[in-house]
């Protein structure tokens, strides 16, 4: 008869509270894991949606910035992210912002901002595409087509402020930044600025697609299966341990029969 009284014992309760804290971890950490799998499986399905919709006025999606120049608007909502918007206006080149350090297809460039702004004075910056660096290097200013002139009508995927961004620098004479902010962008301008900006997705020839960032959601669920089997094969172990632990010490006789049985096995003769 197995009995399992020894797990009453202070030694098997340690155990026992050890493996429920384990196992509790792992499938927290698993709770984790799937939620960002539907987070990011969210954005993914964002972009896609936003492929072929249809674009809205930009003003439809997030406030105007009502302040005066150099403040800007409310931040767009989370779930507004790449949705496709349409903004009319005059392209602004003299206030136009280059951002280092910005991978295509894995070579590395920047990314071209370009100010609109709208016929009530408030402006929105418009991502243009991306250029290649000059082949004098960093001090040597990049070849950047020129903006287009008079009133156009962009259209393009709707981009939230980036963080830890910096003020525009001076250099090879233009200005340059390495994150998308615009509330720190918009003191060095002069009219109130959208606190977002629309990435284009019909780029001027001479520039690259920047491309939608899509998520790696699949990675997460990997790491949901993970951390969930892991916290299985614990409560399993914990459990084999005590199976083992209640049947006692395996009888001396049954141990000499069992090698008697693997000692004739390997010495019986094989056949021709």
């Known amino acids: 008869m197995v009995v399992y009284r020894f797990l009453a014992t202070p ?15 792992m499938v927290l950490l698993g709770l984790w894991q799937l939620d960002r799998y539907h987070q990011r499986a969210e954005i993914n399905a964002r972009i896609d949606a936003g492929t072929s919709a249809t674009p809205v006025a930009l003003t439809e999606v997030i406030g105007r910035p009502p302040g005066a120049a150099g403040t800007v608007g409310p931040q767009p909502a989370e779930h507004t992210e790449w949705t496709r918007v349409t903004a009319t206006g005059r392209y602004d080149p003299a206030h136009e912002i280059l951002v280092r350090g910005r991978t295509v297809e894995g070579a590395v460039g920047f990314e071209v901002l370009t ?8 402006a929105v910056l418009v991502d243009r595409g991306w250029v290649r660096p000059a082949a004098g290097g960093a001090l040597i200013a990049p070849d950047v087509p020129a903006a287009p002139t008079g009133t156009v009508t962009v259209s393009g995927r709707l981009r939230p402020p980036e963080s830890r961004g910096g003020r525009p620098q001076e250099v090879a004479g233009h200005a340059e930044i390495r994150r998308i902010t615009p509330s720190v962008i918009a003191p060095a301008l002069p009219y109130p600025l959208f606190d977002a900006y629309v990435s284009s997705d019909e780029p001027a020839p001479g520039f690259a697609v920047v491309p939608a960032d899509k998520q790696n959601a699949l990675q997460n669920a990997g790491y949901v299966l993970q951390w969930w089997l892991l916290a ?6 914990f459990g084999y341990l005590a199976r083992r632990e209640a049947r006692g010490p395996r009888p001396a006789n049954l141990l000499d029969e069992e090698a008697d049985e693997e000692e004739a096995a390997h010495s019986a003769p094989r056949p021709a």
Request: charged share 5%; proline share 3%; aromatic share 10%.
């Open 11 to 25: 030694r098997w309760l340690g155990y026992a509270a050890l493996t429920v804290a384990a196992a509790t971890v």
């Open 115 to 122: 100010p609109l702004v709208l016929n009530d004075g408030t």
């Open 232 to 237: 299985a094969m614990t409560v399993y172990g």
